[in-house]
């Protein structure tokens, strides 16, 4: 009879355990379903303005042989790593010397609350010929703007003006009116045009890549593209004849 009791009394405590369990979950996915949307990302597309044709922010000379494009989030910090680690080398070793030209198209992606703002401002310093200075500023300080730092993350962004050397009013007010909303759509929509998949994607002679690049990585598929081109195969170490430092333009 003890046995038996001690038995319905393990039966009880099993199906009440059983209840708490049961009732934890129902409380965890009520709270998931009625927590502020503010918590999650928020695709910020505005499909009133009128459409305008953008294709990216080029750098380096026209006359290079290997076009590099890059669809790349300002929030991603995988994107970020390669522009603080590998892009430094390809500028000075493909793109000066007139071996690449690099076009970055931003893809800001659902998953980054704050990456719509940094393409706008990165746009509205666009406007004043300081996009890629910003480029370089906004992957150098993401830990600082990005949507686990702050929900709102004008006020940082704006401050960044002074380090690239805008027209600061200008800048400012650029990024209070949203102006550049449209141009940020407009490159969204060629990355899913070509189907970029995620950030960083790269398409170096016409190959599509989607994983992060090492600089040799990087140089191998330029000298793959050079020689489907039938350009002349030249070294990274060895200028273009004649070529310049080429200033940043659209």
């Given at each position: 009879m003890?046995?038996?009791?001690?038995?319905?009394?393990n039966?009880?405590?099993?199906?009440?355990a059983?209840?708490?369990?049961?009732?934890a979950?129902?409380?965890?996915l009520?709270?998931?379903?009625t927590?502020?949307?503010?918590?999650?990302?928020?695709?910020?597309?505005?499909?009133?303005?009128?459409?305008?044709?953008?294709?990216?922010?080029?750098?380096?000379?026209?006359?290079?042989p290997?076009?590099v494009?890059?669809?790349?989030?300002?929030?991603?910090p995988?994107?970020?790593?390669?522009?603080?680690?590998t892009e430094?080398?390809?500028?000075?070793?493909?793109?000066?010397?007139?071996i690449v030209?690099?076009r970055?198209?931003?893809?800001p992606?659902?998953?980054?609350?704050?990456?719509?703002?940094?393409?706008?401002?990165?746009?509205?310093?666009?406007?004043?010929?300081?996009?890629?200075?910003?480029?370089?500023?906004?992957?150098?300080?993401?830990?600082?703007?990005?949507g686990?730092?702050?929900?709102s993350?004008?006020?940082?962004l704006?401050?960044?003006g002074p380090q690239?050397?805008?027209?600061q009013?200008?800048?400012?007010?650029?990024?209070?009116?949203?102006?550049t909303?449209?141009?940020v759509?407009?490159?969204?929509?060629?990355?899913l045009?070509?189907?970029?998949?995620?950030?960083?994607?790269?398409?170096?002679?016409?190959?599509?890549?989607?994983?992060?690049?090492?600089?040799?990585?990087?140089?191998?598929?330029?000298d793959?593209?050079?020689?489907r081109?039938?350009?002349?195969?030249?070294?990274?170490?060895?200028?273009?004849?004649?070529?310049?430092?080429?200033?940043?333009?659209?």
């Amino acid at each position: 009879m003890r046995a038996a009791k001690r038995g319905s009394n393990n039966t009880r405590i099993f199906y009440l355990a059983l209840a708490v369990v049961a009732v934890a979950g129902i409380g965890a996915l009520t709270w998931m379903s009625t927590r502020p949307r503010q918590d999650a990302a928020v695709v910020q597309v505005d499909s009133t303005l009128p459409k305008v044709a953008s294709n990216g922010y080029v750098m380096g000379s026209p006359s290079a042989p290997v076009e590099v494009i890059e669809f790349g989030d300002f929030e991603c910090p995988v994107c970020a790593r390669f522009a603080s680690i590998t892009e430094p080398d390809i500028r000075t070793r493909l793109i000066e010397p007139g071996i690449v030209r690099m076009r970055y198209i931003d893809y800001p992606l659902g998953m980054h609350r704050n990456t719509w703002q940094a393409s706008r401002a990165a746009a509205c310093a666009d406007e004043q010929g300081k996009f890629w200075p910003m480029h370089d500023l906004l992957y150098q300080t993401q830990d600082q703007w990005n949507g686990q730092a702050t929900r709102s993350p004008e006020g940082f962004l704006k401050s960044l003006g002074p380090q690239i050397g805008v027209n600061q009013q200008q800048f400012e007010q650029c990024i209070d009116s949203k102006r550049t909303q449209a141009k940020v759509q407009a490159h969204e929509q060629i990355a899913l045009q070509r189907q970029a998949g995620g950030t960083p994607t790269f398409i170096i002679g016409g190959r599509m890549i989607t994983q992060p690049l090492s600089y040799d990585e990087f140089k191998q598929l330029v000298d793959a593209a050079l020689a489907r081109s039938g350009a002349p195969l030249r070294t990274d170490s060895t200028p273009a004849t004649g070529a310049t430092k080429t200033p940043p333009r659209r």
